[in-house]
């Protein structure tokens, strides 16, 4: 079946750092979701991109719908310690159900 | 407040019981879902459901069962069937066709 590639699959950052992850995928998608899950607790839908090429930003977070609409990319300004957890992108095609990458675990050292 | 909960927040029991865990949206949302996640592992869909009275299987939904009764309720029973039991259950709503999942706060189910 369809798979995400998402990377890197850990990052060891100092707070303040900024960071980029992404996600690749060998089919097309029509929609790029983002989201942040805390330790323990559910994911939080962070940023969701419907159009190739768009740049959406949330605060800190800025995240891109590749040209290609094969890839995207996250990327989080200046982190502080909140911002550990997991982020997983996640892919749709169409009205299909979503597919979920893999995951990058975001840890910062003090 | 509208949302998605889950209860309980931990849950065990003795291999060879079934349980059932709960998952109630008061988010008018068409579209209810069961994941599973191991540790250090990424999201795998068990079930979904775009209506009420249907369902689809999804990943590796063999040793599970669920029910749509009603729009808000999607219990998620893990039989004695499953192999591996032991994991933490997520459950998510969303309108319908929508990627833009509302997930709950999860279930950790330890089969001791």
């Known amino acids: 079946g369809q798979q995400l590639n998402q990377s890197p699959q850990s990052m060891f950052i100092q707070e303040g750092e900024d960071v980029s992850m992404n996600c690749t995928s060998s089919?097309?998608?029509?929609?790029w979701l983002w989201y942040k899950q805390d330790p323990g607790e559910g994911p939080v839908l962070l940023i969701a991109?419907?159009?190739?090429?768009e740049l959406t930003s949330n605060g800190r977070l800025t995240a891109q719908f590749g040209i290609t609409r094969k890839d995207s990319f996250l990327n989080i300004s200046a982190s502080i310690p909140s911002d550990v957890g997991i982020y997983f992108c996640?892919?749709?095609?169409?009205?299909?159900?979503?597919?979920f990458g893999k995951g990058t675990r975001l840890h910062i050292l003090p | 407040d509208g949302g998605i909960t889950q209860s309980p927040k931990y849950l065990f029991r003795k291999e060879g019981q079934n349980v059932t865990l709960s998952c109630e949206q008061n988010l008018n949302h068409d579209a209810m879902y069961w994941y599973r996640q191991d540790p250090g592992q990424g999201l795998r869909l068990i079930y979904y459901s775009q209506i009420v009275n249907d369902f689809q299987k999804g990943d590796i939904a063999e040793g599970y069962s669920v029910s749509r009764e009603k729009k808000e309720s999607f219990p998620l029973t893990v039989t004695s069937a499953q192999k591996n039991p032991t994991a933490f259950y997520l459950c998510a709503s969303s309108a319908l066709y929508s990627g833009e999942q509302f997930f709950g706060p999860g279930t950790r189910l330890t089969v001791l």
């Open positions: 996640a892919g749709q095609r169409g009205n299909d159900k979503i597919i």
């Open positions: 089919s097309i998608f029509n929609t």
């Open positions: 991109l419907y159009k190739a090429g």
